[in-house]
């Protein structure tokens, strides 16, 4: 192989590794934003008509998901001492897009030296290259309560709400 | 430094990252694939005669592993809700086998919101590259009692059961 | 572009994902470090001068943070079993110094399958390069309680016993 080729490959291959630690860096921000109430920085991971698929419903584009974490209950939530985490993803891209498959989890302050699970469920996000880098386009959470539907998100297939 | 000495300095150097990040992959795999019942994905992330050493007892290969995974115990926690997560390891390659230092921890849900941690563990995680990529030879878990040997494999070194 | 130019500029790509990696690496060492009371392994993460800034007090330099790690209420807690666990973090490098946020738990064992959540906190670390790689200048951490200050670590900016 001469150096040209040698070259291409490997532009190749840091390009790959630049990209899933660019999608470490967006899933990595989600919750420091959210938990901060630093709605625009959290609402900014998406892209503009970026689907939030929360449990029971789905919030589509900025405006909607900005409404819930404003709302009463995130805020309320965020003034007692929360932490949204997510888990070391599993990570699959194809040029220009990618799916991520990790578990997260909310953690509420409930006292001095107190936090509870209130939430642990089974995430799927996906993504899209474009001109501002690494977005989500979509962002499937379910509720591990043994559902089939949590373990089908879990277990990478496309989540329900597709046709 | 001629250009073929630089590039083969940077093929070295990305492979490295390369297998940093392929592991955390193998790693990231393993909770969605046990919380979701595809036994034979989490199965196969380790070699055929790969051994998961759980607390009190080895399991030795697939049929093994896969015997736990199908068990009743395994069953009725992923039919209530569960999550095994491994937190970021601290990684040691050389050349074609790696250890694997980390947390994990099992959450089990008890009913709406309420989710508890059941089990927190010392792992360390050894894995060998193959014609498949990288898989586990060997996972020591232990539970985080104050145990001298939970400290030891916290610590990096070799589990016990080894002579 | 010719091919030294190309060179140049995949060795500093190259050289960023090194980067990120190392500051993993140095994150996901604390933990198993200190839940397995090797101070010297915790300590040597910081630079000799180097500050953990936790809750309410600022630890200075190697002495101060391991008289911390070698005290009655730390050695009491990981001789019950605990686990220090940080999440994935948002890293902003730029060059040889960087600046992580993330989350971090303290898990602690209360009995047989039962641990519990006894802190959850809003981090800074802060990094520099030098001879012996990437190390941290400074940990801020605090209890994530609603407090402006927490969710100012989390959102990233300065924290606030900077002047």
Redesign the interface.
């Known amino acids: 192989m001469n150096?040209?080729n040698?070259?291409d490959a490997?532009?190749a291959?840091?390009r790959l590794?630049?990209d899933?630690?660019a999608i470490?860096?967006v899933?990595?921000?989600y919750?420091?934003?959210a938990?901060?109430?630093?709605t625009d920085?959290a609402v900014a991971l998406w892209t503009d008509d970026g689907v939030y698929d929360l449990h029971t419903r789905a919030m589509v584009g900025h405006a909607e998901i900005a409404r819930e974490l404003e709302g009463e209950w995130h805020q309320g939530l965020?003034?007692?001492?929360?932490?949204h985490?997510?888990?070391?993803?599993?990570?699959e891209i194809a040029g220009d897009s990618a799916v991520a498959?990790?578990?997260s989890?909310l953690?509420r302050?409930e006292g001095d030296?107190?936090?509870?699970?209130?939430?642990?469920s089974?995430n799927r996000w996906e993504f899209v290259r474009g001109p501002q880098g690494w977005r989500v386009t979509r962002r499937v959470s379910r509720?591990?309560?043994?559902s089939a539907e949590?373990?089908?998100v879990?277990?990478?297939g496309a989540a329900s709400s597709e046709p």
Do not use: F, W
């Open positions: 150096l040209d040698r070259l490997l532009e291959r840091v590794l630049e899933q630690l470490y860096q899933m990595a921000a919750g420091p934003a938990d901060a109430g630093e920085q965020i003034g007692r001492g929360s932490a985490i997510v888990s070391m993803p599993k990570l498959t990790c578990h989890r953690y302050r030296g107190d936090y509870r699970v209130i939430s642990c089974a509720q591990l309560d043994g949590s373990h089908a879990l277990a990478g």
